[in-house]
């Protein structure tokens, strides 16, 4: 029995002897399959590490010193005094004083209730006229028409909707919240075009502005009313008292342009992406260089192997390098050597436009025509001031826009189109001119006319 156990014994020796060669020789393939891994390129949707940056002794960076301020202090509202009477070791009583340290702390007060005010309208007796009499009640300058709501209210909800991008439940929270009001929807979404009629001198303003300005960019983007694509168009002007002006058109087509940019001065410099639909204006434009930029680097990345293209791609950036380098350097140039560096640099982009505009099967063609079509409109920003040499003024000013459109999707009607739109108009104006939109629109609200 003991030779038999024996026996048994070392046959599980030995079975459990080959299973851990197996088991080793397992774990050592799986390291090698995670080394390998380890070595490859992430994939593309991960970004690469940035590599540490380190200065030339090798010791942390410090800060500049304009950033080495201590903490902004805001203007008190309200003063406490904290301080001891008698000396807390031998408890004699203190004499004199002066301040050892201050603490602020920001704090805002508890939001208080809505109020409601009942106007109750008086009528008397004329026992001459024989007849009763009350007096009129003019409120415009408190609510908006014949509504319950009062007009800071209105300008609240249509600063949250357009400026911030609530929702109407979010707005409808944020009151029910806060004020202990309910609105509901249809409220919220009235007080925005009720809003919006009593602002609508001050859009068609923004328009003749636009009009009057010697520098306009000019861009569009998708958007969808009642399921349908069309476009939100924009024109803007730079500048501390710059304005904002938005219109939606269900197409793209060359005569929304047209018709966008009638009334223009004719010395007006309009900035604009290389899309056709502004090839009729007949004032002075400046194209995009950001755009022909990009469709340059996509071009070099697409034929990395072809020498032709990298060379010809590089040259096309020298020029814009160029000019920017001469502008920065010639702030206060006179109008001849404006002139005259422009018609040199026009004549390097004919050159290089040229070199393979005809040469239809070259991978240069079509930029290459590109740079023939816009010459005249490709520097612009050498002999003008106040001429840019991209268009991302107009890309930043719609960023907000397709922000609204990814949360909401677009409108339905026609009248929450325009109410969506020039809301945005007057209220991006107020945030680029660097006032207070909600004030703003108070303001405009309580002065307007019924």
């Not at 390129?41 to 200065?55: G, I, L």
Request: hydrophobic share 35%; glycine share 6%; net charge positive.
């Amino acid at each position: 029995m003991l030779r038999a156990e024996n026996a048994e014994l070392c046959r599980k020796v030995a079975d459990l002897g080959r299973e851990l060669m197996v088991a080793a020789a397992r774990i050592a393939e799986l390291e090698q399959q995670n080394e390998q891994l380890s070595a490859q390129r992430p994939p593309s949707f991960v970004k690469a590490n940035r590599p540490k940056r380190e200065t030339s002794d090798g010791k942390r960076k410090k800060r500049a010193a304009a950033h080495n301020t201590s903490r902004r202090r805001e203007k008190p509202t309200r003063y406490e005094r904290h301080a001891v009477e008698r000396c807390p070791t031998c408890d004699y009583r203190l004499t004199g004083e002066s301040i050892d340290y201050t603490r602020q702390v920001i704090e805002i007060p508890l939001p208080p209730p809505v109020e409601i005010t009942e106007h109750q309208v008086i009528k008397r007796w004329c026992p001459h006229c024989n007849a009763w009499r009350s007096p009129h009640l003019d409120l415009s300058h408190l609510v908006i028409g014949q509504g319950r709501i009062g007009v800071r209210i209105a300008s609240l909800v249509s600063y949250l909707r357009t400026s911030l991008r609530m929702t109407v439940e979010q707005i409808q929270n944020y009151f029910a919240t806060v004020h202990t009001l309910v609105l509901s929807s249809g409220e919220i979404i009235e007080l925005c075009h009720q809003v919006r009629e009593r602002v609508d001198k001050a859009i068609e303003g923004l328009k003749e502005q636009i009009r009057q300005s010697t520098v306009i960019h000019g861009d569009e983007t998708g958007w969808r009313q009642d399921g349908r694509n069309g476009y939100i168009w924009l024109l803007r002007t730079p500048g501390a008292e710059g304005s904002c002006y938005y219109e939606y058109d269900h197409s793209r087509a060359q005569a929304v342009a047209d018709r966008l940019l009638k009334g223009v001065r004719s010395d007006a410099c309009l900035t604009t992406d290389f899309y056709a639909g502004y090839n009729n204006y007949a004032g002075p434009q400046q194209r995009c260089w950001t755009h022909l930029l990009r469709a340059l680097h996509e071009l070099k990345e697409d034929h990395p192997q072809d020498a032709s293209v990298q060379t010809w791609a590089g040259e096309v950036r020298r020029l814009y390098d160029d000019a920017q380098a001469w502008r920065t350097a010639h702030p206060t140039a006179s109008t001849d050597e404006r002139t005259a560096i422009y018609q040199d640099l026009v004549k390097r982009a004919v050159v290089l436009g040229k070199q393979y505009a005809r040469v239809y099967d070259h991978p240069c063609n079509a930029l290459a025509k590109r740079l023939l079509r816009h010459q005249d409109e490709l520097f612009q920003f050498i002999i003008r001031d106040g001429v840019t040499a991209d268009n991302n003024l107009a890309e930043r000013t719609l960023r907000p826009m397709v922000v609204i459109r990814k949360i909401s999707g677009g409108t339905r009607s026609d009248k929450g189109t325009k109410t969506r739109l020039g809301l945005a108009s007057v209220f991006q104006t107020w945030h680029v001119r660097g006032l207070n939109p909600f004030a703003e629109c108070f303001s405009l609200l309580s002065h307007a006319p019924p």
